[in-house]
């Protein structure tokens, strides 16, 4: 039993420990301070972290090949091992009409990389008791409330009629793809591109001024390619995710983004749109023609995205851009089991949820798994060869970027390129190569 003097010190040592936290800034929603040891991502000589040289030699000579072939315009290539970048290098031309070279700091486009960030976000405010991961999400975004599964499909006037989903949306079902939803030009059942053009459903980026607010109400009013939980199909969660995070934090999502990730993890470069100061850094889009590459055209984004227009859309699905070295550190963060930087994003169980496999294997193939925001490898996709240790987290995006970190080896990988089309083989040499300069 306490003391009276004890009852009375303990309200006071809280209240002081609270002074103490607001006076250095800190707030009971911000991220926290860590005792672990967890340093910024710097650059180190390759043997001090069990890399060889020699070998890593060979993606230097890999990603100058392919440039010197006319494969790709240009690639930035980042190599970390153990906390410590061990390959940081540009190669090529960042827009070859301009002739202007390519830098490593350069900003691309990086697309659906950005769901790993959006999925991070949710899990920082999971955390916090907000939610649970099995809730509906019409719980946050009422409407959602009985969504409709497409039954028939009018092709002539794009009417269509849907019977009841079996249950509604939840939030692991946003962050796994199983919810059902669809993903408008680039989704592969015809019906599905229709009606989202038809609603004004945007994908990932624009220079009009839609909100994200906006663009998840038009996405809730359409049909679902089937029941949640049902399969796997690649849509616009990450999207609903991104709004379920405004709603729930009360703050716009790239401010969200700003003060609990990027400042925190020293992601300088990392945003929605870019600023004015940093426009000539950003990599235009190029494809091929003959034999030349040439900027790529309005298609169904505005290829002035991210540098001019109203900056009112905040895709989580596919609207950020960032460069290898940031990207580096948002992957170092999850490796290092949710800390960085002397802070504490999630905690380490949390990480490890985030990495853990969350569908059945009928559902995603033997070689990979889906976890909440990432691919993973599994056994079977490691003994192919080629794809990282089994528990390796990846993705990639639109534009030709991709990231892999193998927690096994301490390794991350992240190629940045910003193309469409062509016979590039940059991607599955990266990987490979990255998996053969391991020296202990």
Not at 311 to 338: E, I, K, P, V
Not at 386 to 408: I, L, M, R, V
Request: hydrophobic share 40%; aromatic share 8%; with cysteine.
């Amino acid at each position: 039993m306490l003391r009276s003097s004890h009852r009375v010190a303990l309200p006071l040592a809280l209240a002081a420990l609270l002074a103490s936290l607001l006076a250095g800034g800190a707030s009971l929603g911000a991220q926290t301070r860590t005792a672990r040891r967890a340093p910024a991502l710097t650059a180190a000589d390759p043997r001090a972290v069990g890399v060889s040289a020699e070998r890593l030699a060979r993606i230097d000579a890999m990603c100058a090949d392919a440039v010197r072939s006319g494969s790709i315009p240009g690639v930035v290539a980042l190599v970390a091992r153990n906390g410590r970048i061990v390959y940081h290098k540009a190669h090529g031309l960042a827009d070859s009409a301009a002739g202007r070279p390519l830098k490593a700091d350069d900003i691309f486009r990086i697309a659906s990389q950005t769901k790993a960030i959006t999925a991070t976000a949710v899990m920082i405010l999971w955390e916090e008791g907000r939610f649970r991961l099995d809730d509906p999400i019409s719980r946050f975004l009422p409407e959602f409330r009985n969504p409709q599964v497409l039954k028939s499909f009018n092709d002539q006037d794009g009417t269509w009629t849907g019977e009841p989903a079996r249950r509604e949306i939840t939030i692991r079902d946003l962050l796994t793809h199983t919810s059902g939803l669809g993903y408008g030009a680039i989704d592969p059942d015809e019906r599905f591109r229709k009606l989202y053009a038809k609603a004004g459903v945007i994908e990932a980026f624009t220079t009009e001024p839609v909100t994200l607010a906006e663009n998840i109400r038009r996405l809730a009013k359409l049909p679902l390619h089937h029941h949640p939980g049902e399969r796997f199909t690649y849509s616009m969660g990450l999207d609903v995710a991104g709004r379920l995070v405004e709603v729930v934090s009360r703050m716009p999502f790239d401010q969200f983004l700003q003060a609990r990730l990027f400042e925190p993890l020293g992601m300088k470069d990392t945003s929605f749109y870019v600023p004015t100061e940093k426009a000539d850094r950003v990599v235009p889009v190029q494809r091929p023609e003959g034999n030349r590459w040439v900027r790529l055209g309005p298609s169904f984004y505005d290829p002035d995205y991210p540098i001019k227009g109203a900056r009112a859309l905040f895709s989580g699905g596919g609207g950020l851009c960032s460069t290898a070295r940031d990207y580096a550190a948002f992957l170092q963060m999850h490796l290092n089991g949710g800390v960085l930087n002397g802070t504490r994003v999630l905690s380490r169980p949390t990480a490890l949820l985030m990495r853990a496999p969350q569908l059945p294997p009928e559902l995603t193939g033997p070689d990979s798994q889906i976890s909440l925001g990432f691919g993973i490898v599994t056994e079977r996709g490691q003994n192919r060869g080629g794809n990282g240790s089994a528990g390796t987290f990846e993705w990639g995006g639109y534009f030709n970027t991709q990231y892999f970190a193998d927690p096994k080896e301490g390794l991350i990988g992240v190629l940045m390129k910003q193309t469409q089309g062509g016979n590039d083989e940059t991607g599955w040499k990266f990987k490979q190569l990255v998996g053969q300069i391991v020296d202990d």
